[in-house]
């Protein structure tokens, strides 16, 4: 399965962070929690404009979820942006799912059979002992239509200087 990383260059922020390691461990996490949910909310909104309409099931999961830890051994805090477990509907027989089809709309998929026996790689067949073919039809694939990448390209400037702003503001707090 593709997977995504999104590095950030936190050299502007090191002088931040050097202060906060002597405040108060509620208000860091505090001020880390915020900071993480109010650029992330803007990098939500942005990614649910550009998902497509066709996939309102998806543009509805669409959130963030964020983790501080604060450990004397090791201090991390990150997001993870995308769609939420356990969120999609029903519609007959069909679960539209976001968590399980998301990355096919933004890496987009290759042409591939569907329906009875559609396992067609060669190392596949050989490892599963199996010697018959795909039965069925052929999918075409789907052209990538990226959500999340041009939403954080698009908002990248304003969510760090949001975080640097959310975190100097701790910085203060903890300070007084």
């Known amino acids: ?3 995504a990383e999104i590095r950030i260059d936190s050299s502007s922020l090191k002088g931040l962070l050097t202060l906060m390691e002597h405040i108060d461990t509620k208000v860091k996490r505090e001020g880390l929690k915020n900071a993480l949910q109010a650029a992330g909310k803007l990098v939500v ?4 404009r550009k998902v497509s309409i066709k996939h309102r099931v998806l543009q509805n999961a669409l959130d963030i ?3 501080v830890v604060l450990k004397k051994s090791e201090q991390y805090a ?3 942006i995308g769609p939420r477990r356990r969120a999609g509907v029903k519609i007959g027989k069909l679960e539209h799912i976001p968590t399980k089809y998301a990355h096919f709309v933004e890496y987009g998929t290759a042409a591939h059979p569907i329906g009875a026996g559609d396992v067609t790689n060669e190392l596949l067949l050989t490892r599963k002992d199996k010697d ?3 039965e069925g039809k052929m999918h075409p694939g789907g052209r990538p239509k990226p959500y999340l990448r041009p ?3 698009e908002t990248k400037d304003q969510a760090l200087n949001i975080i640097a702003a959310i975190l100097g503001e ?3 707090k903890g300070a007084a």
């Not at 909104?45 to 649910?48: E, K, P, V, Y």
């Open 1 to 3: 399965m593709p997977r």
């Open 132 to 134: 018959y073919k795909a």
């Open 151 to 153: 939403a954080w390209d």
């Open 65 to 67: 979820r964020e983790k």
């Open 78 to 80: 990150y997001a993870v």
């Open 170 to 172: 701790a910085v203060d």
């Open 45 to 48: 909104a942005a990614a649910i």
